[in-house]
């Protein structure tokens, strides 16, 4: 082969073989992140140079095996079989096997190496296997399988040399691993089904290919294979697998039991286990960590110090991070101050929009060293099994427990853990319900309206318990809607729920910075894009039109005052008033008056869209008193007490009353008021769920602000 | 009772048994069966979870937590 070309290598694996931890081993820095077509699938590449040459690396999804019924395996599978849009066959697969557990992983090694491909294993964690006095002879090994066999710890960089030599020696001699003796009656099979499909007119299909559409329940290579359109694959399939059934095979069992048969046969003595069984360190702790009540107590524990790091801890760096930006802002200001319309789209626009972006970044980074310590540890399967009994019923499961968890503190971070779900459908759903959680930018909010309007009325107490409520209105419908969706529009049977419960190991600093780093650049480069360009969308419509005859005006009024900052905030009042904005709002406040909303509070919800915890300064600009208020500011409560209905059938009665400030909480509480949510979710699953879920967030906030304010004046008065 | 054939879901936490058969066609199942849980496979229930379900299992030195409704896929022969 031309010496000049780069080598591809597909890395395949079991889940918890630390096949990532080899990769980025193999590849360092020069990885690549990004999207299989038309699937939410990463896909991680990176260069590896050994023995002179140049290696593609391609780190598949984890696998236990080819059928192919995850997203995750269905990549797995098309691209070893070269039906990836744009992606070859790889030259040669590296199959990492979890030393402790060969029998099981060679399983999978076996299912590539039908497929036609020069195979090496790296056996690795063959440290851990060492100490549990499980022996594997790698040479012995190597001989019966007939492919290389390199021993590796993965954590340490051990046998990358070797591994490498291997995989060179593979791809110049393709080494092919010992195929299974298959019985006559699956010969006779799959010959049977090649010929059928050559008579459909079908691409021609390798045996190992073939094996796959006979073996799996619905096998994505018979989709790839050019069955022409209209005609039913079924009767052939059922005729082939006749075959199997006559000669006492049951098809869909019957990979599993050859495959494992020639497997015991060629690890028989090469693979030892100790004769007494020891206790391990990992049985000891799980009596403790998954006890029914101590386990749950740790758990509670854990839980609550990832909440508390990222609601509380984060704190200052956001807090660095706003001054930041606003001592930025006011460094660039000056120099633009001869073009006000640049000024405010440098300031408010792009600079604004940019720090929109990076103040999510210490939430995400903290959050994402649980993350990585959770699962490095193994200890997030046990609070999966621990809490998948509370999310399994509505198609959700355990694993869903940390992203809502997260999202109260912000969404943003919560969408991005559901990456830690495998399941397709429930990671979905988590992002559906995600952002139903009470983040901390609706704590304003909630602040302002019970200090204005229920503590004065109805004292400390009754505050208390509001602002409890407010927190747990969106997880109580988050349930209902995540079972509604599955049930109406996801409309797919429960998935089956098997998590491997890995050993405990010890969490490597280095691959817990490398997940952090990862994250927040992947974070920054995809959402980080979109997010300042929202908030440069809603910048301009706040700020146009702008006549200067709005200005001339307004000062001319105020002048008697002589007070240039009420003369000011008079001016961005009269500016906002008149926006393109204000206009929408006028023009919607109608859908809003049966939750109580007269065309301020409208302005003040559409302008929170893009990021709900401007509502405070807006309601500052809108009521005239600056947008430099905060949720405490007795100006903003009085200036709201003070409204009245100027027209209509309420006129002269004020326009905030408890029902009015409940309806306008609930719906800061259900609706999804955040542009970079909205575009992480995008990220996560697509735009047409990301769009799904502000459209439904919205409806139900609606619902619930006219339910409340209707219920409200009925009880309330 | 040692012998007794029942689903996998109905052991108890600490009880044994040898896989004899499955639901074929269920996706839990097949899953089982690239993991190795074959028919003669030995399987034990390691624990039941605080609130009832998932179980966690063990068969061929490996620890899975598995739905009861995903276990009641699989027939084992009790054993002990």
């Known amino acids: 082969m031309d010496k000049s070309r780069s080598i591809r290598v597909a890395l395949v694996g079991n889940p918890n073989t630390g096949k990532t931890t080899l990769f980025n081993r193999l590849t360092g820095s020069r990885q690549k992140i990004g999207n299989y077509p038309g699937v939410t699938v990463d896909k991680k590449s990176g260069t590896w140079q050994s023995g002179g040459r140049t290696m593609t690396l391609v780190d598949l999804p984890g696998a236990y095996s080819l059928a192919a019924t995850s997203p995750d395996e269905r990549v797995a599978l098309d691209f070893l079989t070269g039906h990836l849009s744009g992606e070859e066959k790889p030259d040669a697969v590296i199959c990492v096997v979890d030393a402790s557990n060969v029998v099981r992983n060679l399983f999978l090694a076996s299912q590539v190496a039908d497929l036609g491909l020069p195979l090496v294993i790296a056996l690795n964690m063959s440290d851990a296997a060492d100490k549990a006095s499980i022996r594997v002879d790698a040479a012995l090994l190597a001989r019966r399988l007939g492919v290389p066999v390199v021993r ?9 040399e070797a591994l490498g030599k291997a995989v060179l020696h593979a791809v110049e001699s393709r080494t092919l691993m010992a195929e299974v003796p298959w019985p006559e009656a699956v010969q006779r099979a799959v010959k049977y089904l090649a010929a059928g499909l050559e008579k459909e007119g079908a691409q021609s299909l390798a045996p190992g290919e073939l094996r796959r559409i006979l073996f799996d329940r619905h ?28 000669a006492g095979w049951q098809p869909l069992s019957a990979e599993a039991l050859l495959r494992y048969e020639q497997l015991g046969h060629l690890t028989a003595d090469a693979v030892s286990f100790p004769e007494k069984r020891v206790r391990t360190w990992t049985e000891r702790l799980d009596t403790v960590l998954t006890h029914r009540v101590w386990g749950l107590i740790v758990f509670a524990a854990m839980m609550f110090l990832v909440f508390q790091s990222i609601y509380a801890w984060s704190g200052p760096f956001m807090d660095a991070i706003d001054g930041a930006v606003v001592r930025m802002q006011e460094w660039v200001a000056p120099w633009l101050a001869a073009w006000p319309t640049l000024q405010s789209l440098v300031v408010d626009g792009i600079v604004g929009g940019a720090g929109g972006v990076f103040i999510f970044l210490p939430q995400i980074l903290v959050l994402f060293f649980f993350i990585a310590l959770l699962e490095d540890t193994g200890y997030m399967a046990r609070g999966a099994f621990l809490m998948d009994k509370m999310f399994g019923w509505c198609g959700l499961n355990g694993k869903s427990f ?12 919560g969408v991005l853990a559901t990456r830690t779900i495998e399941d397709p459908q429930a990671r979905l759903t988590t992002i559906l319900v995600s952002p139903l959680m009470s983040c901390s930018a609706r704590l304003p909010v909630y602040v302002l309206m019970i200090g204005a309007f229920i503590e004065p009325t109805y004292g400390a107490i009754a505050a208390g318990v509001v602002l409890f409520t407010m927190h747990f209105v969106g997880l109580v419908v988050a349930v209902p809607v995540a079972w509604a969706v599955n049930k109406f529009v996801l409309r797919t049977r429960p998935q089956p729920f098997l998590l491997e419960m890995p050993p405990y190991r010890l969490p490597r600093l280095r691959d817990i910075l490398w997940r952090m780093w990862e994250r927040a650049r992947e974070f920054l480069v995809r959402a980080g894009t979109v997010i300042v360009a929202m908030t440069i969308i809603i910048w301009a419509l706040v700020y146009f039109p702008r006549p200067d005859a709005v200005r001339e005006r307004v000062v001319e009024e105020l002048s008697v005052l002589n007070d240039p900052d009420a003369v000011d905030a008079a001016v961005s009042a009269a500016y906002i008033e008149q926006s393109y904005l204000a206009r929408a709002g006028r023009a919607l406040q109608p859908i809003f008056a049966p939750a109580g909303f007269d065309w301020k509070i409208t302005v003040g919800v559409l302008a929170s869209f893009p990021a709900r915890e401007v509502i405070v300064a807006t309601l500052g600009t809108i009521y005239g008193i600056g947008g430099e208020v905060d949720e405490s500011s007795g100006d903003l409560r009085s200036a709201l007490t003070r409204e009245f209905w100027t027209d209509g059938p309420r006129a002269g009665h004020p326009v905030f009353t408890v029902p009015v400030a409940l309806a306008i909480m609930v719906f800061f509480a259900l609706c999804l ?26 409806v139900l906030a609606w619902l619930g602000a006219v339910l409340t304010y209707q219920l409200g004046t009925r009880w309330l008065g | 009772m040692s012998g007794e054939i029942c689903p996998l879901a109905d052991l108890r936490a600490g009880e044994r048994g040898r896989v004899e058969d499955g639901t ?8 089982l069966l690239a993991m190795g849980l074959l028919p003669g496979t030995e399987v034990s229930v390691v624990q039941v979870a605080p609130l ?21 896929t699989v027939q084992v022969a009790r054993l002990d």
Not at chain 1, 152 to 160: C, F, L, M, P
Not at chain 1, 402 to 413: Q, R
């Open chain 1, 673 to 698: 008021q955040c542009g970079a949510t909205v575009a992480v979710m995008a990220k996560e699953a697509n735009w047409g769920w990301a769009i799904f879920g502000f459209v439904y967030m919205t």
């Open chain 1, 152 to 160: 590796t710890v993965a954590t340490r960089g051990e046998g990358i």
């Open chain 2, 24 to 31: 074929a066609d269920h996706p839990a199942f097949q899953r």
């Open chain 1, 402 to 413: 940390v992203p809502m968890l997260s999202s109260y503190a912000c969404a943003i971070p």
């Open chain 2, 52 to 72: 009832g379900d998932p179980v966690e299992v063990e068969f061929r030195g490996m620890r899975l937590s598995l739905r009861k409704a995903d276990a009641a």
């Open chain 1, 219 to 246: 096998s994505a290579v018979l989709e790839r294979a050019g069955w022409p359109a209209g005609s039913d694959p079924e009767p052939l399939l059922a005729a082939s697998r006749d075959i199997l059934t006559a």
